[in-house]
């Protein structure tokens, strides 16, 4: 019913910037809540940035003061513009949202990942 998908995704360079877009396509009527988490490997999922309909953002105190989570609600789309990148950034990035279908089925989405390196 619905689909993800994420881009932006790359290596960089410690220090640099990459902006991450996830766009949600399909039978939707509304969005809730749209986020990022990540996993590095051999470490749990983690929350990144989540931002709701309402206009409440939560960031996670690692990325507090150079991540910026935003939308565009037109286009069922959220960014991720990372600033300051550091190594420990390095890992899967993946897009979450919560959607009310058309139908008015009421779920969590998720996106298949995109790959962030960053080096020294």
């Known amino acids: 019913q619905v689909q993800l998908v994420e881009s932006g995704g790359g290596l ?30 051999g470490k749990q999922r983690e929350l990144v940035a989540r931002i709701t309909s309402g206009g409440s953002i939560n960031y996670a105190d690692s990325v507090k003061d150079r991540f ?38 009421r779920g969590n989405y998720w996106g298949k990942g995109t790959l962030v390196t960053v080096s020294l």
Do not use: H
């Not at 039978?27 to 990540?38: D, L, V």
């Open 12 to 41: 960089v360079q410690a220090g640099g910037s990459l902006t991450l877009s996830c766009t949600a396509a399909g039978s939707i009527f509304s969005i809730y809540a749209m986020g990022w988490y990540r996993q590095a490997p």
């Open 68 to 105: 910026t989570i935003s939308i565009n609600n037109t286009k069922n789309t959220v960014y991720l513009q990372m600033n300051s990148l550091k190594p420990e950034d390095t890992a899967v990035y993946y897009c979450n949202q919560d959607v009310l279908t058309i139908t008015r089925s």
